[in-house]
């Protein structure tokens, strides 16, 4: 009887993913060998002090400061990338690839700002590079895209990519909270970091919706090209609104498709989604996915989004995937026929225009309190022919301003910019508008 091959595997770092990797794949060594019908051989970890206090007990005699000594073993198969950042993380992966092993790897800003250049080192030198921890945590999107909708074009991607921000604005929703209390308690639970500038502003949101671009299309979102808000302006106004009139405040990310007009767009921002969706009622830390395939309709998959053990879970997914395929068992995630043909077809998909891009608008003004401000609102939007659907005046005693909520029939964003300008430039116009989409499926 033929002994069953080892295959190596080596691990880029040892923060929270990195040991729950560690720690879940040494506990359940013995069913995934018996499953894949090979040994595993966990070789060892680079660190960066090796004399840190982890909570996962490793070998002295496994753990290294080199992380080169890691890519560069001959006994390791598959390199797991979880260091973060895009600099030494760029570097190692692509020493690694041209070594033509498999890398897995959790890094969404490396894979959105260096996505091209390391897939040509896939096609080029025949190792792989899997990513399903980069988006949604344990949710398995890329999985699902990849393979098991794999016979369907998709005209909607919409998810709730970030658990910070739903996790910020289930509490300001459900409980009242401003949005710095909400911050702040975030922080202190584990769910914000000392600096929520990726998470609060959008800008994780849109390393991960660049990524389920470009799985979907073969496209990546250029920056200049993608509309990327976060959520500090939400107020209590915009929950009332909200909670008023059947919507609930989400964070998303949206990429859609027109396949009769070949372009596509992609988007991150705070937006009132209609309780009746599903979206509306993913609650907390967790993340949802909804894709609207032309094959099975619309598919939504929720769960853990976030956190050391979800994310651990994926890159597990990842490894065994890798296995299969060094193995023979099954074949290999996007060979490189797979990623020339998915380049060819993104470089016929276009950007949408402004115009092309169509919504319900809400929008909250803070007014000098006089006779006749309603009239110069309303002249604006009459000029830009776009039409109010619902009002909400709120008064402030003594203080001289008033406020007001409202929300439009659709129209097209440049048309909405236009508006926006022409109420900047009112002088009873007291403070910026703040202005979110209203989420719908067909617009």
Same mark, same amino acid.
């Given at each position: 009887m033929t002994a069953p091959r080892t295959i190596g595997i080596g691990i880029l770092g040892l923060g929270t993913v990195g040991q729950g990797v560690w720690k879940h794949l040494?506990?359940?060594?013995?069913?995934?060998?018996?499953?894949?019908?090979?040994?595993?051989?966990?070789?060892?970890?680079?660190?960066?002090?090796?004399?840190?206090?982890?909570?996962?007990?490793?070998?002295?005699?496994? @753990?290294?400061?080199?992380?080169?000594?890691?890519?560069?073993?001959?006994?390791?198969?598959?390199?797991?990338?979880?260091?973060?950042?895009?600099?030494?993380?760029?570097?190692?992966?692509?020493?690694?690839?041209?070594?033509?092993?498999?890398?897995?790897?959790?890094?969404?800003?490396?894979?959105?700002?260096?996505?091209?250049?390391?897939?040509?080192?896939?096609?080029?030198?025949?190792?792989? *590079?899997?990513?399903?921890?980069?988006?949604?945590?344990?949710?398995?999107?890329?999985?699902?895209?990849?393979?098991?909708?794999?016979?369907?074009?998709?005209? @909607?991607?919409?998810?709730?990519?970030?658990?910070?921000?739903?996790?910020?604005?289930?509490?300001?929703?459900?409980?009242?909270?401003? *949005?710095?209390?909400?911050?702040?308690?975030?922080?202190?639970?584990?769910?914000?970091?000392?600096?929520?500038?990726?998470?609060?502003?959008?800008?994780?949101?849109?390393?991960?919706?660049?990524?389920?671009?470009?799985?979907?299309?073969?496209?990546?979102?250029?920056?200049?090209?993608?509309?990327?808000?976060?959520?500090?302006?939400?107020?209590?106004?915009?929950?009332? *609104?909200?909670?008023? *009139?059947?919507f609930a405040l989400k964070h998303l990310a949206v990429v859609r498709r027109d396949f009769r007009q070949n372009w596509m767009t992609v988007g991150v921002y705070p937006a009132l989604v209609p309780n009746r969706d599903i979206l509306a009622r993913v609650s907390g830390v967790n993340n949802g996915i909804t894709l609207k395939g032309d094959v099975v309709g619309a598919t939504t998959l929720a769960g853990r989004g976030a956190g050391g053990d979800a994310t651990a879970s994926a890159v597990i997914g990842d490894i065994v995937d890798a296995i299969a395929a060094l193995t023979g068992a099954a074949p290999q995630g996007l060979s490189a026929e797979a990623l020339a043909a998915r380049e060819k077809s993104g470089r016929a998909l276009r950007m949408a225009d402004e115009e092309e891009i169509v919504a319900p608008f809400y929008l909250r003004l803070s007014l000098l309190d006089q006779a006749g401000v309603s009239e110069g609102v309303y002249r604006v939007f009459s000029r830009h022919k776009v039409s109010i659907a619902r009002v909400i005046q709120y008064e402030h005693p003594n203080q001289g301003r008033g406020t007001v909520t409202l929300s439009t029939y659709p129209v097209n964003e440049r048309r909405m910019a236009a508006v926006v300008r022409g109420l900047k430039g009112l002088r009873t116009v007291l403070e910026e508008p703040v202005v979110l989409r209203i989420f719908s499926p067909e617009s």
């Amino acid at each position: 009887m033929t002994a069953p091959r080892t295959i190596g595997i080596g691990i880029l770092g040892l923060g929270t993913v990195g040991q729950g990797v560690w720690k879940h794949l040494t506990e359940k060594k013995a069913d995934l060998e018996a499953r894949l019908g090979v040994r595993i051989d966990l070789r060892g970890a680079s660190v960066r002090n090796l004399r840190k206090r982890r909570a996962v007990r490793i070998p002295s005699s496994r @753990l290294t400061s080199d992380p080169h000594a890691i890519v560069d073993d001959p006994k390791v198969h598959v390199v797991c990338e979880l260091i973060g950042g895009t600099t030494r993380a760029r570097e190692l992966t692509l020493r690694a690839l041209r070594l033509g092993k498999v890398v897995v790897s959790a890094n969404k800003a490396l894979l959105c700002e260096h996505g091209p250049e390391i897939f040509r080192a896939v096609r080029r030198h025949g190792g792989q *590079f899997l990513f399903e921890a980069s988006v949604a945590g344990g949710i398995p999107i890329i999985k699902a895209i990849r393979e098991g909708l794999v016979a369907n074009r998709f005209e @909607l991607i919409v998810g709730i990519l970030n658990g910070t921000c739903n996790h910020i604005l289930t509490r300001m929703g459900e409980d009242g909270l401003s *949005f710095a209390d909400a911050l702040k308690e975030a922080q202190e639970l584990g769910f914000a970091e000392a600096d929520p500038t990726l998470d609060v502003d959008g800008i994780d949101a849109w390393h991960k919706a660049s990524i389920l671009a470009w799985l979907a299309h073969g496209k990546w979102a250029p920056r200049n090209r993608t509309l990327v808000e976060g959520i500090r302006k939400i107020g209590p106004a915009d929950i009332d *609104f909200a909670r008023r *009139f059947g919507f609930a405040l989400k964070h998303l990310a949206v990429v859609r498709r027109d396949f009769r007009q070949n372009w596509m767009t992609v988007g991150v921002y705070p937006a009132l989604v209609p309780n009746r969706d599903i979206l509306a009622r993913v609650s907390g830390v967790n993340n949802g996915i909804t894709l609207k395939g032309d094959v099975v309709g619309a598919t939504t998959l929720a769960g853990r989004g976030a956190g050391g053990d979800a994310t651990a879970s994926a890159v597990i997914g990842d490894i065994v995937d890798a296995i299969a395929a060094l193995t023979g068992a099954a074949p290999q995630g996007l060979s490189a026929e797979a990623l020339a043909a998915r380049e060819k077809s993104g470089r016929a998909l276009r950007m949408a225009d402004e115009e092309e891009i169509v919504a319900p608008f809400y929008l909250r003004l803070s007014l000098l309190d006089q006779a006749g401000v309603s009239e110069g609102v309303y002249r604006v939007f009459s000029r830009h022919k776009v039409s109010i659907a619902r009002v909400i005046q709120y008064e402030h005693p003594n203080q001289g301003r008033g406020t007001v909520t409202l929300s439009t029939y659709p129209v097209n964003e440049r048309r909405m910019a236009a508006v926006v300008r022409g109420l900047k430039g009112l002088r009873t116009v007291l403070e910026e508008p703040v202005v979110l989409r209203i989420f719908s499926p067909e617009s």
